[in-house]
């Protein structure tokens, strides 16, 4: 993780707001939710309440998303972590093929 992940994955599990460089985290206080994103992408979105988190590649199968992404599960403790072969999103339960990334594909995380 570097030093920008680090950042905002600090902002994100203290509630906090961070716009630096390529992304930025928003917390609501009145919806509880922490949103994260990437080149004005939202790419995450925590229920702190819940503790829910629930990510999207928004279609870009870039290694930035998918290290933000996997930056973010591994600060919350998820053990969910992606990979990107072929242009196609595999995620580590079981090598899991989820196929292409699409545009608006939420991907809730349960682990």
Request: hydrophobic share 35%; aromatic share 8%.
């Amino acid at each position: 993780m570097n030093k920008l992940e680090n950042k905002i994955t600090q902002a994100l599990k203290t509630r906090g707001v961070i716009n630096q460089a390529n992304t930025a985290v928003e917390y609501s206080v009145a919806t509880e939710l922490s949103k994260v994103y990437l080149h004005g992408n939202q790419i995450a979105e925590y229920n702190h309440e819940k503790q829910e988190l629930k990510v999207n590649f928004c279609g870009y199968a870039t290694n930035t998303t998918r290290n933000r992404i996997n930056a973010i599960c591994e600060a919350l403790n998820y053990k969910t972590w992606f990979n990107i072969r072929g242009g196609e999103l595999h995620k580590n339960v079981g090598n899991e093929k989820l196929g292409k990334v699409g545009d608006d594909a939420w991907i809730t995380i349960t682990d």
